[in-house]
């Protein structure tokens, strides 16, 4: 079983809607979470951290539930420049190691 | 903001060349990381660096080595580059707690 797993997608949706994307862990990848977006054939980009309280930035946010072990990405009234491949990331407690999800996909279509 | 660059976008070289992939970061950060990226596989890890001089294997680190003499700059070296080494690289950095930040990408052909 992969530390981080997350449903690949594709998620497509039409302009304005809201998705959710879950996201579960395994124990080795418990201490800390990001998401980042992936763009086609560019560089993973940080999104956002993931706290223990759940933490919120213009339209996204992100929800850590360590009883169940997943987080969890909301985007609300999607964008059309949202489309992308977004990546779950769960780090050591001593951060010199980070697993990565294998990324879902989201498409905002008009 | 941090920065963190890699040498080249695009690399084309031949079987059996020894080939160096550069990373300089620019924020103090004491990891860095190097990936390769292939579709349908995700990032897969292939070696990473706590502090200068310091190196530990990732999950692929077979026909890749890596050197750190200076803390902003970690190296890639592929020994004799094969076909099957073609891919995209990137490279990464962060600081001892925190989220790591991504070079733009290099894309490496070998023929």
């Known amino acids: 079983r992969k530390e981080v797993e997350q449903d690949p997608g594709p998620f497509n949706v039409p302009e304005g809607a809201t998705v959710a994307f879950n996201c579960t862990y395994s124990?080795?990848?418990?201490?800390?979470f990001f998401w980042y977006r992936q763009d086609c054939r560019k560089e993973p980009k940080l999104l956002m951290s993931v706290y223990s309280s759940g933490n919120e930035d213009g339209r996204f946010t992100a929800q850590l539930n360590r009883a169940s072990q997943y987080i969890s990405l909301l985007i609300r009234d999607s964008k059309l420049s949202d489309s992308a491949t977004y990546l779950c990331?769960?780090?050591?407690?001593?951060?010199?190691?980070?697993?990565f999800g294998s990324g879902t996909k989201l498409n905002v279509k008009p | 903001d941090v920065k963190v660059t890699q040498s080249s976008r695009y690399l084309v070289k031949r079987t059996g060349e020894k080939v160096f992939l550069e990373c300089v970061q620019d924020m103090d950060h004491e990891n860095m990381f190097w990936y390769r990226q292939d579709p349908g596989l995700g990032l897969r890890l292939i070696y990473f660096?706590?502090?200068?001089?310091?190196?530990e294997k990732g999950d692929i680190p077979e026909g890749y080595s890596v050197s750190r003499e200076k803390k902003e700059r970690f190296s890639l070296i592929l020994e004799s580059a094969s076909t099957n080494q073609t891919s995209m690289y990137l490279c990464?950095?962060?600081?001892?707690?925190?989220?790591?930040?991504f070079g733009d990408g290099t894309r490496l052909s070998i023929l």
């Open positions: 990464a950095s962060s600081p001892s707690q925190g989220a790591q930040h």
């Open positions: 124990n080795s990848a418990s201490q800390s």
């Open positions: 990331v769960g780090a050591r407690y001593n951060f010199n190691k980070f697993y």
């Open positions: 660096s706590y502090d200068v001089k310091m190196k």
